[in-house]
């Protein structure tokens, strides 16, 4: 939080405008509907020797709930996805994205309490935009850059047992590039019969990218343009306006990571109040109101309990 609280000390006191970066969401998942993921241009691929009963399924509350929303809105995939004692290799991948240097994934992951039986989650990037992880559970076709790697030794309780983000910057290509990522759960020795393998969940998928720089105007009317309440706040704010907000705006909440989690184009009038739903984890935000010629016209934090 101390990055947006800098931006916004420097904007009242150093300059009557100011460059404030957006980010553009390019890819923003919460699983709250496993089955629809095919529709959207999602692949499941299970490679798993020998194949198990299920792939990737929604997830179940009786084990943990989700990180974030409904309880069961996340990604399950378990033991099952072999059968007797096998090599799990259960594969869920993006549609094809358009990527390059800079962009930012994240997700959050975890297995259950006291596990006694390790997990094991890769996470990947394919540079070709093909959907192609070879013929066996050992392979991994076009799938040649290893993201993530978690709990490679299978060490019991190295996988995460809350729900833990992992995060990475995406380098090395020569330009903008059509490619896919994707999760593997891939255990070796594992199945109902095997000696490892359990269950592991997958939540709040994002990839973003760094946009253009907003204006920001520094002078009474935008730095005073709207105030929000309560603060800190739990479901619902409400937003408030002054006499300087006429029009269509976007409404832009941020999270720590510079990632804009929530946008909602508002009709805003002035001296106006407007209720707003969250649905946002716990944390710290900022809201920008930005008008039609990219100038943000108002910032304000906001504490989400």
């Known amino acids: 939080m101390k990055k947006f609280l800098l931006i916004i000390i420097a904007v009242m006191v150093y300059g009557v405008q100011t460059n404030v970066q957006s980010q553009t969401v390019i890819l923003n998942e919460g699983f709250n509907d496993v089955t629809g993921l095919v529709g959207l241009g999602w692949v499941e691929t299970n490679k798993s020797d020998p194949t198990g009963i299920i792939g990737y399924f929604q997830g179940n509350p009786q084990v943990f709930d989700a990180y974030q929303g409904a309880d069961t809105a996340y990604m399950g995939a378990n033991y099952n ?27 959050w992951t975890r297995t259950s309490e006291e596990s006694e039986y390790p ?39 190295g996988y995460p047992e809350t729900w833990t983000q992992f995060t990475s910057i995406i380098s090395g290509l020569s330009g903008p590039t059509e490619c896919r990522l994707a999760f593997r759960y891939f255990v070796i020795n594992g199945g109902p019969n095997g000696s490892i393998s359990n269950y592991i969940g997958i939540d709040e998928f994002s990839v973003t990218r760094a946009g253009s720089s907003f204006i920001y105007e520094n002078n009474d009317n935008s730095k005073n343009s709207f105030s929000v309440y309560p603060n800190p706040a739990v479901e619902t704010i409400i937003l ?18 510079g990632q804009v989690v929530k946008s909602e184009t508002m009709a805003i009038s002035p001296n106006s109040e407007y209720r707003l ?29």
Not at 130 to 140: E, F, I, P, R
Not at 277 to 305: C, E, H, M, R, W
């Open 81 to 107: 996805s072999t059968a007797g004692a096998g090599t799990i290799s259960n594969w869920m991948i993006t549609p094809k994205l358009t990527l390059q240097n800079g962009d930012s994934i994240s997700f």
């Open 119 to 157: 997990d094991r989650l890769q996470f990947y990037l394919n540079t070709q935009g093909t959907s192609n992880v070879g013929t066996d559970a050992n392979s991994t076709g076009d799938f040649t850059v290893l993201i993530h790697d978690i709990n490679p030794d299978y060490t019991e309780g």
């Open 240 to 257: 408030k306006s002054n006499n300087s907000l006429n029009g269509n705006y976007i409404v832009n909440f941020t999270n720590e990571l």
């Open 277 to 305: 739903q969250l649905g946002l984890p716990t944390g710290f935000y900022t809201i920008s109101i930005i008008d039609n010629q990219s100038a943000i016209k108002g910032i304000q934090t906001l504490i989400v309990q």
